[in-house]
Nanobody, 125 residues
Framework: QVQLAESGGGLVQAGGSLRLSCAAS????????SGWFRQAPGKEREFAAA????????YYAESVKGRFTISRDNAKNTVYLQMNSLTPEDTAVYYC??????????????????WGQGTQVTVSS
């Protein structure tokens, strides 16, 4: 059974950087999209970034564009989220997800059928 495990969250000052990792474990892993979503207290889970595994095409929410970079390592079945110029508004639990069977609605959380447990990112002012 394939599972996703995030790591790399923590506490950082505004303007700082963090790199999140999401590793897929299991005998075989194949996905169309990998995505990063985030959920702040009292708010809905929102799309942050996604990558299409076959082409490497990346997609970003407007709120993170230019600051976050999503990438993947096919050999390691791992996707990364490099987060720079962090602000307190980026504080949230970050989840990675895999869309193994859906369409091309990479920004829609309901397209994703496999989720990690989440990792907390806290940005202090």
């Amino acid at each position: 059974q394939v599972q996703l495990a995030e790591s790399g969250g923590g506490l950082v000052q505004a303007g700082g950087s963090l790199r999140l990792s999401c590793a897929a474990s299991g005998r075989s892993f194949s996905t169309r999209y990998s995505g990063w979503f985030r959920q702040a207290p009292g708010k809905e889970r929102e799309f942050a970034a996604a990558i299409r595994w076959s082409s490497g095409q990346t997609y970003y929410a407007e709120s993170v564009k230019g600051r976050f970079t999503i990438s993947r390592d096919n050999a390691k079945n791992t996707v990364y989220l490099q987060m720079n110029s962090l602000t307190p508004e980026d504080t949230a639990v970050y989840y990675c997800a895999a869309d193994r069977v859906g369409g091309d609605y990479y920004y829609n959380r309901y397209e994703y059928d496999l989720w990690g447990q989440g990792t907390q990112v806290t940005v202090s002012s």
